[in-house]
């Protein structure tokens, strides 16, 4: 499968690479595998989004069985970009069409998400893997699914990264080498490691069919896609009254993608990775707040981490954001904008304390958009 020969072909240091700064090191192993993960969320989102109702049922219901699928084969990675795509805000949405999707394909889809919810640093995820994805766990065992290995989610390992080198320095204030850093590091990358190998156990054909059809399915970017949502299911009056009813039976949607987490860094060693259930505490204290941040214009929503103090305004926000995403555009062409868990976008005023706006929220997502007076 596609998904495990990527994951396999990661080069680890080009995971530090690219936590730390794209532009000047494009790490072409990991943006493989990340473009991979949302090719597979927009082909989802692209199928679902058809002019017939009952075909956008019948679509979500088949992605759901196969989103099973994956879980059966522990293709965790594939499991959770069938999840982003079902979840995203222009497939949840679409409430006419979620109403006739099977009962108990909408249960099993509740299961799927509840294992990549963000509460406690994603420790359903990070149990589940180690329980079903180290080599110990499947010694002994006969059956067809223990055959094929594990694919794990990249994202967990480049999170975990991002939030070591966001609330760490290179340097000790002396001046010295900050090993503790370094050991971080390590044992993030020596956990990688003894993951692929463990994938290398996957055994599945090689599809070219399925392969063609992954890379050439039209695709439209997040905002084109809501767009369209929007006309197969326009918001009404009507709509919005049932907006609440519909939510009891089903939950709002996890972030996701590297959205939804509440950055916190492993602590743990890489002879240790059975104890990948422990979750360590936080790396950031009461004055300080790690945000993900996306750039709307980019055809790929890529985001990335910015730590925040308690003193930070809308301008150096921006500054900041332009800067992690290696954009030399003039701060002032653009505005803030602060997206809900429920998907909903607010936007900043200019001059806001920024850290206070976001400090109660458990995963702070905001994206840069154009402003009108710049577009073309």
């Keep these: 499968m596609l998904s495990q020969r990527l994951f396999q072909a990661v080069v680890p240091h080009e995971c530090l690479s690219y936590t730390r700064d794209l532009k000047l090191a494009p790490a072409p192993t990991v943006r493989a595998c990340i473009n991979h993960f949302n090719r597979i969320s927009l082909v989802v989102i692209a199928t679902v989004l058809d002019h017939c109702v009952a075909a956008r049922a019948k679509a979500i219901g088949h992605w759901i069985q196969i989103a099973q699928h994956c879980r059966t084969m522990r293709n965790f990675s594939g499991l959770r970009a069938i999840v982003a795509g079902l979840q995203s805000s222009s497939v949840y949405r679409l409430q006419q069409s979620w109403h006739i ?25 990070r149990d589940l893997l180690a329980k079903e994805g180290t080599a110990k766990s499947i010694q002994g065992k006969r059956t067809p699914a223990s055959q094929h290995g594990v694919v794990p989610y990249l994202g967990t390992f480049l999170t975990d990264l991002t939030m070591v080198h966001t609330a760490h320095k290179d340097k000790t204030q002396d001046g010295l080498i900050n090993f503790y850093k370094k050991r971080q590091e390590f044992e993030i990358l020596a956990t990688l490691t003894l993951y692929q ?56 949607p996890h972030k996701t993608a590297e959205r939804n987490s ?20 936080p790396l950031v204290t009461p004055s300080t707040l790690v945000v993900r941040v996306s750039i709307s214009s980019e055809a790929n929503c ?68 154009l402003k009108e007076s710049t577009v073309q």
């Design 302 to 369: 890529c985001y990335k981490s910015i730590l925040l103090n308690e003193s930070e305004r809308t301008g150096s926000v921006i500054r900041s954001a332009l800067e992690k995403h290696g954009i030399t555009s003039s701060p002032s062409q653009y505005k803030l904008v602060q997206v809900s868990e429920d998907s909903r976008q607010v936007e900043i005023p200019d001059n806001v304390n920024v850290f206070y706006a976001l400090a109660s929220l458990t995963s702070p997502m905001l994206t840069l958009k």
């Design 101 to 125: 999707v099977p009962q108990d394909k909408q249960a099993m889809f509740e299961e799927l998400a509840d294992l990549f919810q963000a509460d406690s640093n994603h420790k359903t995820s």
């Design 262 to 281: 509440k950055l916190i860094i492993l602590n743990r060693s890489s002879s240790e990775i059975s104890s990948l259930s422990h979750t360590p505490p």
């Design 197 to 252: 190998k463990v994938s290398a156990n996957y055994n599945l054909p090689h599809s070219p069919h399925l392969v063609r059809w992954l890379t050439s399915t039209p695709c439209l970017t997040e905002d084109e896609n809501y767009r369209r949502s929007e006309q197969l299911e326009p918001t009404t009056t009507t709509t919005s009254e049932n907006s609440s009813i519909f939510r009891r039976t089903r939950r709002s």
